[in-house]
């Protein structure tokens, strides 16, 4: 976007802070911990990301740093403000700025008709005459997005996110004045994270768990019969069903070919009240008064008619869990190394949800003990993930925060600040948990990223191994996830924990419900 002048102050320059908002090649963003190797082919703003010890000392308190970078004649100042923000003052020459203008001159070339010439191929003393500082705009656009790529490498502390200019100088004769700010990370002033106490439940496992599980598998991979006999609890019918509304006989829903199991809660009130007892070929209609509260509102506090024609009863006959059918469904050989792997199995998922539960708990006592700034971009990014991760549960492809308020029924003010709360506290745990390995050396080496491709993937071939690890976005997304947990690890092996009361499969499952 162009930078326009307020009232020009004269020939050749532009008015006073106007606004800029100005990146040069790509947007600044707080995904995962910071990488910890550079890469030669890497782009400035990677490399930057890349680096270590970002923070300096008091950032509130810091004075003005002067540079000059390489051999130009561009010069900056930094200087750290509150909350984890830089202000940036960026000068350039007044030949800086007439190279701009030709620049801007030459952009404009390929959309200015002047007769006489052709588009494209009027000649740069002739645009200059016409168009004047028309141009000024881009003209201080295409600068400030030159200066700060020329920057990039030098600015300390480096910024992660987008910075925001005023133009307090734009001018042929005298150069050109920026005033810009932007967010870097923040210094991170750990508290106690060694020996932090936390009681960590244990999971109790047993036959009937086991049992269960294996019970699942059988149902899987049952065979359907059809039945002549009545429709009882946990058969399965198909039905060709009309749902009207009962005084306007409007038809509300209507499906030939619906399909359910009988069980508890039933999909729709009344229904499998209304199949159990039924045969193939039956016929019936029934009224049904709907609550107030039921979720979609087509029906919610409607009296209906529910027609149904059940077309199918089927039963599930379950296979005998033998040897055979081990060897079938899976790579075991018996039904003990089944069963055995199955409790290994719920024990390790149990336990890894309980010690999620005593890290809350580790990780909440670090971040009381720890101080930090809070950079506003990082919260921003933050909540606009977790407004996607909702987008997700619902099915949905992409939401904005305003989409969201206004399908929950919230103020989106309300709604942001919820949101804001959370990402604050999840902001500051990522850089409490990049603080800590940073600290304690916690490094991440290529075999610990292709376990995790591995873990992901399955068996991978040395070929693909090759492929995955060529591809850079993939490979820093697998590390930051790696050393999230290699930190975590560090952290509870290195907390006192106390074992707690044992938990049932059952109780656990219970209170892990969405």
Same mark, same amino acid.
């Given at each position: 976007?162009?930078?326009?002048?307020?009232?020009?102050?004269?020939?050749?320059?532009?008015?006073?802070?106007?606004?800029?908002?100005?990146?040069?090649?790509?947007?600044?963003?707080?995904?995962?911990?910071?990488?910890?190797?550079?890469?030669?082919?890497?782009?400035?703003?990677?490399?930057?990301? $890349?680096?270590?010890?970002?923070?300096?000392?008091?950032?509130?308190?810091?004075?003005?740093?002067?540079?000059?970078?390489?051999?130009?004649?561009?010069?900056?100042?930094?200087?750290?403000?509150?909350?984890?923000?830089?202000?940036?003052?960026?000068?350039?020459?007044?030949?800086?700025?007439?190279?701009?203008?030709?620049?801007?001159?030459?952009?404009?070339?390929?959309?200015?008709?002047?007769?006489?010439?052709?588009?494209?191929?009027?000649?740069?003393?002739?645009?200059?005459?016409?168009?004047?500082?028309?141009?000024?705009?881009?003209?201080?656009?295409?600068?400030?997005?030159?200066?700060?790529?020329?920057?990039?490498?030098?600015?300390?502390?480096?910024?992660?996110?987008?910075?925001?200019?005023?133009?307090?100088?734009?001018?042929?004769?005298?150069?050109?004045?920026?005033?810009?700010?932007?967010?870097?990370?923040?210094?991170?002033?750990?508290?106690?994270?060694?020996?932090?106490?936390?009681?960590?439940?244990?999971?109790?496992?047993?036959?009937?768990?086991?049992?269960?599980?294996?019970?699942?598998?059988?149902?899987?991979?049952?065979?359907?019969?059809?039945?002549?006999?009545?429709?009882?609890?946990?058969?399965?019918?198909?039905?060709?069903?009309?749902?009207?509304?009962?005084?306007?006989?409007?038809?509300?829903?209507?499906?030939?070919?619906?399909?359910?199991?009988?069980?508890?809660?039933?999909?729709?009130?009344?229904?499998?009240?209304?199949?159990?007892?039924?045969?193939?070929?039956?016929?019936?209609?029934?009224?049904?008064?709907?609550?107030?509260?039921?979720?979609?509102?087509?029906?919610?506090?409607?009296?209906?008619?529910?027609?149904?024609?059940?077309?199918?009863?089927?039963?599930?006959?379950?296979?005998?869990?033998?040897?055979?059918?081990?060897?079938?469904?899976?790579?075991?050989?018996?039904?003990?190394?089944?069963? &055995?792997?199955?409790?290994?199995?719920?024990?390790?998922?149990?336990?890894?949800?309980?010690?999620?539960?005593?890290?809350?708990?580790?990780?909440?006592?670090?971040? $009381?003990?720890?101080?930090?700034?809070?950079?506003?971009?990082?919260?921003?990014?933050?909540?606009?993930?977790?407004?996607?991760?909702?987008?997700?549960?619902?099915?949905?492809?992409?939401?904005?925060?305003?989409?969201?308020?206004?399908?929950?029924?919230?103020?989106?003010?309300?709604?942001?600040?919820?949101?804001?709360?959370?990402?604050?506290?999840?902001?500051?745990?990522?850089?409490?948990?990049?603080?800590? $390995?940073?600290?304690?050396?916690?490094?991440?080496?290529?075999?610990?990223?292709?376990? $995790?491709?591995?873990?992901?993937?399955?068996?991978?071939?040395?070929?693909?191994?090759?492929?995955?690890?060529?591809?850079?976005?993939?490979?820093?997304?697998? &590390?930051?996830?790696?050393?999230?947990?290699?930190?975590?690890?560090?952290?509870?092996?290195?907390?006192?924990?106390?074992?707690?009361?044992?938990?049932?499969?059952?109780?656990?499952?219970?209170?892990?419900?969405?």
């Amino acid at each position: 976007m162009s930078a326009r002048s307020e009232p020009e102050s004269e020939r050749g320059g532009i008015g006073r802070h106007a606004r800029l908002r100005i990146w040069c090649r790509k947007v600044w963003g707080f995904k995962s911990l910071r990488s910890q190797k550079k890469r030669g082919n890497s782009s400035a703003v990677e490399h930057l990301l $890349a680096k270590e010890g970002v923070a300096g000392s008091n950032p509130v308190s810091r004075l003005f740093e002067n540079h000059t970078v390489g051999a130009t004649t561009l010069e900056y100042k930094t200087k750290r403000l509150d909350n984890a923000s830089v202000q940036i003052i960026l000068k350039n020459t007044a030949q800086e700025v007439n190279d701009a203008y030709a620049k801007a001159y030459e952009k404009a070339s390929a959309k200015v008709r002047i007769p006489g010439f052709r588009k494209g191929k009027v000649p740069l003393e002739v645009l200059e005459r016409e168009l004047g500082d028309a141009v000024a705009g881009d003209a201080a656009q295409i600068l400030v997005a030159e200066s700060m790529e020329k920057l990039l490498s030098e600015i300390k502390p480096p910024p992660i996110s987008v910075p925001s200019f005023e133009v307090e100088q734009f001018d042929r004769k005298q150069g050109a004045t920026y005033k810009g700010t932007f967010d870097t990370y923040p210094e991170v002033k750990l508290g106690k994270y060694k020996k932090v106490k936390a009681t960590q439940d244990v999971a109790d496992i047993t036959d009937e768990d086991v049992k269960s599980e294996a019970d699942r598998l059988r149902k899987e991979n049952s065979i359907m019969q059809s039945k002549d006999d009545a429709a009882v609890m946990a058969d399965y019918v198909t039905m060709d069903i009309e749902i009207r509304h009962i005084d306007s006989k409007k038809k509300l829903y209507s499906n030939k070919e619906y399909r359910i199991q009988l069980s508890e809660p039933s999909p729709f009130p009344g229904l499998v009240e209304q199949l159990v007892g039924m045969k193939a070929g039956e016929s019936k209609t029934y009224e049904q008064q709907m609550e107030e509260s039921f979720p979609d509102e087509k029906f919610a506090g409607k009296k209906v008619a529910v027609a149904i024609k059940l077309e199918s009863v089927q039963s599930a006959i379950l296979p005998e869990l033998n040897d055979d059918f081990v060897k079938e469904v899976s790579h075991f050989e018996n039904v003990a190394q089944m069963l &055995e792997h199955i409790s290994n199995t719920l024990k390790k998922n149990a336990e890894g949800v309980l010690k999620e539960r005593a890290m809350k708990t580790l990780l909440d006592q670090i971040a $009381a003990d720890t101080k930090t700034e809070m950079p506003a971009s990082l919260v921003e990014i933050e909540i606009k993930e977790r407004v996607r991760q909702i987008a997700r549960k619902i099915n949905r492809k992409d939401m904005t925060l305003e989409e969201l308020a206004q399908l929950m029924g919230k103020p989106v003010e309300d709604l942001k600040k919820e949101l804001e709360e959370t990402a604050k506290t999840s902001v500051k745990k990522r850089l409490i948990l990049e603080e800590i $390995a940073k600290k304690e050396s916690i490094k991440v080496e290529q075999a610990d990223i292709l376990a $995790a491709a591995e873990e992901r993937f399955g068996t991978l071939g040395d070929e693909l191994k090759q492929q995955l690890l060529a591809n850079e976005k993939f490979v820093e997304e697998l &590390e930051g996830m790696v050393l999230f947990r290699k930190t975590f690890d560090w952290i509870h092996e290195n907390a006192d924990i106390k074992t707690g009361a044992r938990i049932s499969l059952s109780t656990l499952n219970s209170q892990n419900i969405d």
